[in-house]
T-cell receptor
Framework: GENVEQHPSTLSVQEGDSAVIKCTYS??????FPWYKQELGKRPQLIID?????GEKKDQRIAVTLNKTAKHFSLHITETQPEDSAVYFCAAIQYGNKLVFGAGTILRVKS | EAGVTQFPSHSVIEKGQTVTLRCDPISGHDNLYWYRRVMGKEIKFLLH????????ESGMPNNRFLAERTGGTYSTLKVQPAELEDSGVYFCASSQVPGENSPLHFGNGTRLTVT
């Protein structure tokens, strides 16, 4: 089955700096990679996703890149703000199958 | 649109007791999932319902866990008898269709503590 590794487990950045979270997956058949953000005490919410036929996707300050050959994908947050502080989860899925999540990254943005 | 709701938000029980968690998915979502996160680890899949049928229950830890979705609406997850290692946050999620064509909508989770 699919296995997703996520790094780092914690990340502290200064407000305004960029943050990068990296994930690797094991199953080359996986074709959809969403990212979820969970603020303290709240539910995980989808913030961006990418499909295997795309190498990069951007939404304002958030971007995701995918390298299918290396089987890794990354979340990039630019110009970080205190409200970006949360736990971020990457995930991978094969068509029609369940999501497999990474262990999460605690992002702290210091003001 | 009302989101996925879970009840209770917190539960503290003693080892050996029984707890039942409830999930109300978004109306019209046939697909309902249960996930669990043990502190510091990944959100781990438990099982997947399509309407009232169990599509995939490969993530259920053992036979102390029983999930039901009678009538294809809300779902319950019963842990009986609870053990210390069952502590964690139990998330329910729903979607219109499985997979990439319909994102998962999560509930706020139930934090279960077994003492």
């Amino acid at each position: 089955g699919e296995n997703v590794e996520q790094h780092p487990s914690t990340l502290s950045v200064q407000e305004g700096d960029s943050a990068v979270i990296k994930c690797t997956y094991s199953d080359s058949a996986s074709n959809y990679f969403p990212w979820y953000k969970q603020e303290l005490g709240k539910r995980p919410q989808l913030i961006i996703d990418i499909r295997s036929n795309v190498g990069e996707k951007k939404d304002q300050r958030i971007a995701v890149t995918l390298n299918k050959t290396a089987k890794h994908f990354s979340l990039h947050i630019t110009e970080t703000q205190p409200e970006d502080s949360a736990v971020y989860f990457c995930a991978a899925i094969q068509y029609g199958n369940k999501l497999v999540f990474g262990a999460g990254t605690i992002l702290r943005v210091k003001s | 649109e009302a989101g996925v709701t879970q009840f209770p938000s917190h539960s503290v029980i003693e080892k050996g007791q029984t707890v039942t968690l409830r999930c109300d998915p978004i109306s019209g979502h046939d697909n309902l999932y249960w996930y669990r996160r043990v502190m510091g680890k990944e959100i781990k899949f438990l099982l997947h319902f399509v309407k009232e049928s169990k599509q995939d229950e490969s993530g259920m830890p053992n036979n102390r866990f029983l999930a039901e979705r009678t009538g294809g609406t809300y779902s319950t997850l019963k842990v009986q008898p609870a053990e210390l290692e069952d502590s964690g946050v139990y998330f329910c999620a729903s979607s219109q269709v499985p997979g990439e064509n319909s994102p998962l909508h999560f509930g706020n989770g139930t934090r279960l503590t077994v003492t």
